[in-house]
């Protein structure tokens, strides 16, 4: 069974820094794009960033570009979302998903990392 | 990176059907084959109900079916039923490595 962890949430002041982890289990963690996606509260899905399984390949929306950093360690089944820079508007619950093949986009869903920036 | 467009809402009877569009670009959705749709019910994450524009995981009934034409993808749930209710999210590769989602459509039965 497909799990997807993640942890690190919590409240922080505008300008500040925090980094995101999701820990997977239950598929070859290594063969497999994985993506952050965020929702802010009562809004819509926003994709944030994705990472093929070499970490040759990385992205990010242009709402985070130059201020996110997407990175991963294949060994300890993790990825990681190191947010710098944070803004009110990065308020939302983080979502970390497993992609299907390839750049074909999320499959399975974490439960969510709650980020709060406020001052 | 613009969201995909879709309606605010859509709602259909017990047993009725209702199809939802996403509408996008030849940058996107008319550009590549990876248009998913995912359901989101309150207060729980997304899941996938539809992958590559037509497909469907298994588990999925298939009263969920997807299509696509041009730069507007569509997702037709059938029979509907009252576990239906739900907000529903397209995605779509849109080039270099960016993903973009819709706007979200909130079906309710009737």
């Known amino acids: 069974e497909v799990q997807l962890v993640e942890s690190g949430g919590g409240l922080v002041q505008p300008g500040r820094s925090l980094r995101l982890s999701c820990a997977a289990s239950g598929f070859p963690f290594d063969q497999f794009t994985m993506y952050w996606v965020r929702q802010a509260p009562g809004k819509g899905l926003e994709w944030v960033s994705g990472i093929n399984w070499s970490s040759g390949t990385v992205g990010y929306a242009d709402s985070v570009k130059g201020r996110f950093l997407i990175f991963r360690d294949n060994a300890r089944k993790s990825v990681y979302l190191q947010m710098n820079s944070l803004r009110v508007e990065d308020t939302a619950l983080y979502y970390c998903t497993k992609g299907r093949t390839g750049w074909g986009g999320p499959d399975y869903w974490g439960q969510g990392a709650l980020v709060t920036v406020s001052s | 990176q613009s969201a995909l467009t879709q309606p605010p809402s859509a709602s259909g009877s017990p047993g009725q059907s209702v199809t939802i569009s996403c509408t996008g670009t030849s940058s996107d959705v008319g550009g590549y084959n990876y248009v998913s749709w995912y359901v989101q019910h309150p207060g729980k994450a997304p899941k996938l109900v539809i992958y590559?524009?037509?497909e469907r995981p298994s588990g999925v009934p298939d009263r969920f079916s997807g299509s696509k034409s041009g730069n507007t993808a569509s997702l037709t749930v059938s029979g509907l039923q009252a576990e239906d209710e739900a907000d529903y999210y397209c995605s779509s590769y849109a080039g270099n490595n960016i993903f973009v989602f819709g706007s979200g459509t909130k079906v309710t039965v009737l």
């Open positions: 590559e524009v037509t």
